[in-house]
């Protein structure tokens, strides 16, 4: 079966660092689109970034500038590399994937979802 295994998220201080990585087993990972989403207490789910099978990018206008995602399909891993990050960036963090070449920033486009890291920025 598909799963999506998150790691690399933990708490910082404003103005921090962190990376966030994602493996996939039990799929094609180069046919998918790879997405992060994040979910704040009291929020519904948000998109924060995509990246294509073909490698084209998509952020959030919240974290634009800050956030780059990137994969590597070798590895069946995306990545989340989080610069300047800031108090309102903290919240749980998921992985996901989606067999489609559009609307890549829909989250119902999404499949498979991995378990979720939490994100923690203090001020």
């Known amino acids: 079966q598909v799963q999506l295994v998150e790691s690399g998220g933990g708490l910082v201080q404003a103005g921090g660092s962190l990376r966030l990585s994602c493996t996939a087993s039990?799929?094609?990972?180069?046919?998918?689109?790879m997405g992060w989403f994040r979910q704040a207490p009291g929020k519904e789910r948000e998109f924060v970034a995509a990246i294509s099978w073909y490698s084209t990018t998509y952020y959030a206008d919240s974290v634009k500038g800050r956030f780059t995602i990137s994969r590597d399909d070798a590895r069946n891993t995306v990545y989340l590399q989080m610069n300047s990050l800031k108090p309102e960036d903290t919240a749980v963090y998921y992985c996901?994937?989606?067999?489609?070449?559009?609307?890549?920033?829909?989250?119902?486009?999404?499949?498979?979802w991995g378990q979720g890291t939490q994100v923690t920025v203090s001020s």
């Open positions: 039990g799929l094609t990972f180069r046919r998918y689109a």
């Open positions: 996901a994937a989606a067999n489609t070449i559009v609307a890549v920033t829909t989250i119902g486009n999404y499949a498979f």
